[in-house]
């Protein structure tokens, strides 16, 4: 399989590059226009960029990751997460639609949305199922709430093949420390290097459906393969973890005593007290369990912090 990935040199994309080429797939991996940790770059916002890119790439499989993901930063600049990631999508949807019409065979698009579009929701809706309506409440969960039904308007209107995947909180090494997990990880570690022995949290009390990013991996790839087009899908484990339990588990692989204070600045005025989802329609759809347990991603995500501190040191 030739299999085309945007948002390549991000923290999911290099997993799934790893994931493609370990099975024996042609990988085409694409980062965004300022990403240097790619040789090819291209810019969600460029139709003529996108469909160049599809050409010299003749891809059976789009994994479609390219976005802007960080929640705090779609709300300093909302425009610009519309842009990239509403807009850019129904870009990319043109682009593949006037690929195949110039007699290529339709490749796939596998597109990563979020359970974020899922938004705040009463007790009774949980565990979140694909068939509750959308309900956004923040720019970044409305940008991918609407590039969804743009892409389902695509694959009803023209035949696009796309699947959409809900991926709910997914976790491991290599992931930007601007998020919850890895953020506490490396404050640990450099607290292990001899910093100063207070760490810096925001709400301890979100509960939240983390899942190992391999274990993602291996669901997105199942669905790439037997996912059906214009069917969504979530990507989770069904169960619900406090940021606090996180937190009390990398504590205890960091093996350091802490402090721990609350941040201002950290606490997101439109954060979701619950999100836990049902994965059972991904389940029957392609038999994927998640095989990587908690602690041990915890455990990773630490050693990897760690690592990186010794290696500024």
Not at 214 to 243: F, H, K, M, Q, W
Request: aromatic residues 8%; charged residues 25%.
């Amino acid at each position: 399989m030739r299999a085309l990935v945007t948002g390549a040199g991000g923290f999911v994309g290099h997993y799934v590059v790893e994931a493609l080429r370990a099975r024996g797939d042609d990988v085409f991996p694409y980062g965004g226009p300022h990403d240097e940790k790619e040789p090819a770059r291209v810019d969600a916002r460029d139709e003529g960029g996108l469909l160049a890119m599809l050409h010299a790439t003749r891809p059976n499989l789009i994994v479609h990751l390219a976005a802007q993901a960080f929640v705090p930063e779609s709300i300093a600049a909302p425009l610009e997460t519309y842009e990239i990631n509403t807009l850019g999508t129904a870009r990319l949807a043109q682009a593949i639609r006037s690929y195949a019409s110039a007699g290529n065979p339709m490749p796939r698009l596998l597109f990563t949305s979020s359970a974020e579009v899922y938004g705040k929701r009463d007790g009774g809706d949980f565990p979140l199922r694909e068939t509750l309506a959308t309900n956004p409440s923040n720019p970044y969960a409305a940008s991918k709430a609407a590039a969804e039904s743009i892409l389902l308007g695509e694959v009803h209107g023209f035949g696009l093949d796309a699947v959409i995947v809900r991926s709910f909180n997914h976790i491991g090494p290599g992931q930007s420390d601007r998020f919850v997990i890895p953020s506490f990880a490396s404050q640990l570690a450099r607290i292990a290097a001899g910093d100063e022995q207070i760490l810096w949290v925001g709400n301890l009390d979100a509960r939240r459906d983390f899942l190992d990013v391999r274990d993602v991996v291996a669901a997105y790839l199942a669905l790439a393969e037997r996912g059906t087009p214009g069917e969504i899908y979530n990507v989770c484990s069904g169960v619900a973890r406090t940021i606090r339990d996180a937190l009390r588990e990398l504590i205890i692989a960091a093996r350091v005593p802490v402090e721990v204070r609350e941040d201002p600045e950290r606490m997101r005025p439109s954060d979701v007290p619950l999100f836990v989802g049902d994965a059972s329609k991904l389940r029957a759809a392609t038999g994927w369990e998640p095989s990587v347990p908690f602690k041990e991603s915890i455990r990773d995500i630490y050693a990897a912090a760690a690592g990186n501190t010794q290696n500024r040191s």
